[in-house]
């Protein structure tokens, strides 16, 4: 069916957009079931003091948010690119579902700064000692990510007695290669002096959905359009 220049706009806008939700929501996925699955964190699903634990908390989300993002992909690609007004419907009603949790999280988590703050410490925390008792890859690779987004060390900071500091960042200058901030620490602060830099990005997050949902709608709205267009001509020759 032809689109217009608006709707082929609208039309590689999605592509791309589901390209880039498909890669995130394959990087949350992985971790999660890494972190679930894995030999060296496994048990810690079993234990049922910690059944409750930040860490099996944000492993569950990890898991679940990585599915969800997986699942709207799959019809946004086949909508987009297949131009079906079916898989689109239900593509743009995802995606305004998605943009509306997405916001009520960050007004949230901004309202609940010093709680999720603490669970946060908490999450790193298990990854800490986990990491420092088997050593697992995958957990190496989590605290490299984190050490090096907050330009943190461990639990210590002290590079002679920390002991994941081959996870750690690169000090800048003298000072930093004896003591760098710990992460508990920076972790805490990050999120209470930045909550509403979160929240932003929260909103911000979900006003991109809206803007793909946005393109979507006019997708099919351009596909409604030339379709009756087809019926009136088939209607009038036949």
């Not at 679930?36 to 898991?63: K, P």
């Not at 086949?78 to 898989?87: D, F, H, Q, T, W």
């Not at 209470?192 to 909103?203: D, E, H």
């Amino acid at each position: 069916m032809a689109l217009d220049g608006c709707g082929l706009l609208c039309k590689y806008i999605l592509i791309i957009f589901n390209i880039i939700f498909a890669v995130v929501g394959f990087a949350f996925l992985g971790l999660g079931l890494w972190l679930r699955f894995s030999d060296n964190t496994r048990a810690v699903f079993h234990v049922e003091e910690l059944s409750s634990s930040a860490f099996v908390m944000g492993v569950t989300v990890l898991i679940a948010l990585g599915a969800v993002m997986l699942f709207v992909v799959m019809f946004g690609d086949y909508g987009a690119c297949n131009e079906k007004r079916c898989a689109l419907q239900v593509f743009s009603a995802l995606l305004a579902i998605l943009a509306a949790v997405v916001v009520v999280v960050g007004v949230l988590a901004n309202y609940k700064r010093d709680e999720v703050g603490s669970k946060l410490v908490e999450f790193y925390g298990t990854l800490y000692a986990l990491y420092v008792h088997n050593q697992d890859p995958g957990i190496a690779v989590t605290l490299t990510f984190i050490h090096n987004t907050l330009h943190c060390c461990g639990a210590t900071g002290v590079s002679i007695i920390e002991l994941v500091k081959q996870t750690c960042p690169k000090p800048d200058g003298f000072l930093e290669s004896i003591k760098m901030d710990s992460c508990p620490g920076i972790i805490a602060d990050a999120f209470n002096s930045k909550a509403p830099m979160m929240m932003g990005i929260f909103v911000g997050t979900g006003v991109l959905l809206m803007t793909a949902m946005i393109c979507a709608l006019v997708l099919l709205n351009q596909l409604k359009n030339a379709h009756r267009e087809r019926t009136v001509y088939y209607s009038n020759v036949y």
